[in-house]
């Protein structure tokens, strides 16, 4: 997949935006699909498996582990190894490219594999931390080491049979929590954890298609092991959320537009963009509401309303954690001021993501205040035309390509084929609403 900087200009929108569309398949649910598949006994087919860098880098981890994956149009075929045991030594470098989930999550499965591996990733990921599974995974018996003690990739892993432990995560992180989950699969007794906070369950879920028994309740989750998966044949990905969310935040700030995204999930954990859209003053609504593999998916609409500021505080952060960038550029349309509080943990996302979505809405001649867990935004301001640079970071140049359409003049985007991490098609889609 190309990854050549590729600048793009962004248009103003000249009219209503009105639209019914789908989106590319989940990432998150893409990810774990592909890894507990891996993990199964049995073939499992997969529809709609996300084709995105991330997702790619995920395939290419496992199939060096000796895991066939073949894909032909809309379906991908996983042959599952049935149990650690029967994965092969990688005889290379595992390479999670720009991917925080692919390495967080196999951390959890190489440290209970039962041989020598070593798992690293672009310059990005190198700088992002991994000790927030490393010393969950140690004290579970895990043979590891790593730049600074295990801090950073490249990580090393010497993997063995693991015990269950009790574990209070310190962060509220879907990824920490998959990959002591991962790694409880394989362990003697039960593994615990307890979350600060509820962050996404689409492990949980998907591990209880495959067979696995666990209990949970709010922030408690609890998994006997060892334990066997047993596919459950097939399964059928939504549409992501965090895709959607571009479309359906720039039909909340074009005037007299509506778009309606198809298919997609709507997991509690992860549409708290729409909990904050609601607080704002937007519109929104969700028919045909279905169950796919143990995921709630419906069709989500939004039509344009005037939006007033409101605070987000850290107990909407896991739910919206991806779409923060989206809810400053709401905040700097919306009347009054928007506040982001607790949301420290963008600091260490593909990018620095407090201080790039600020200086994309400056680029943009829009003033902002940055705070050590946030930012304060006062509105409404009008969105000059300007150049964002994304650093390199696929969710700004999708802000940036969202925030031309209320610009006052075109926006250019330094490097473009960043999207490919997510949504590759994401620029044709756009396309599409401009013509629609
Ligand atoms: C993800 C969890 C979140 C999210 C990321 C995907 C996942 O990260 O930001 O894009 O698939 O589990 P954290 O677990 O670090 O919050």
Known sequence: MSRSPDPVRCLPASRPLHARMRVVGDKSISHRAL????????????????????????????????????????????????SFENFTEPNGVLDAGNSGTTARLMAGLLAATPFFSVLSGDTSLRRRPMDRVTMPLRTMGATMDGREGGRFLPLAFRGRKLHGVTYELPIASAQVKSALLLAGLSAQGESRIVEPRPTRDHTERMMTAFGVEMSRDKERIAL????????????????????????????????????????????????????????????????????????????????????????????????????????????????????????????????????????????????????????AISGPQRIHGGCVETKGDHRIAMTAAIASLIGEGPVTIDDAASVDISFPTFFAVLEMLYKA
């Open 35 to 82: 890894i507990l598949a891996a993990l199964a006994d049995g073939v499992t087919e997969i529809e709609g498996l996300l084709q995105s860098a991330d997702v790619l880098s995920t395939q290419a981890v496992l199939q060096a582990m000796g895991v066939q994956i073949i894909t032909t149009g809309e379906y991908t075929s996983v042959t599952g190894r049935g």
């Open 224 to 375: 006997p092991g060892p334990q066997m998966l047993h596919t459950p044949g097939h399964l059928n990905i939504p549409g992501d959320f965090s895709a959607a969310a571009f479309f359906l935040t720039a039909a909340a700030l074009v005037p007299d537009s509506e778009v309606t995204v198809e298919g997609v999930g709507i997991n509690p954990g992860r549409i708290g963009l729409l909990e904050i859209l609601s607080a704002m003053g937007g519109k929104w609504s969700v028919d045909r509401v279905r169950l796919s593999a143990g995921e709630p998916v419906g069709d989500v609409t939004v039509r344009y309303a005037p939006l007033r500021g409101v605070e987000v505080g850290p107990e909407q952060v896991p739910a919206a954690i991806d779409e923060l960038p989206l809810f400053a550029l709401l905040g700097a349309s919306a009347h009054g001021i928007s506040t982001l509080r607790g949301a420290e943990e963008l600091r260490v996302k593909e990018s620095d993501r407090i201080r790039t979505t600020l200086t994309l809405l400056r680029s943009l001649g829009v003033e902002v205040t940055e705070l050590a867990d946030g930012w």
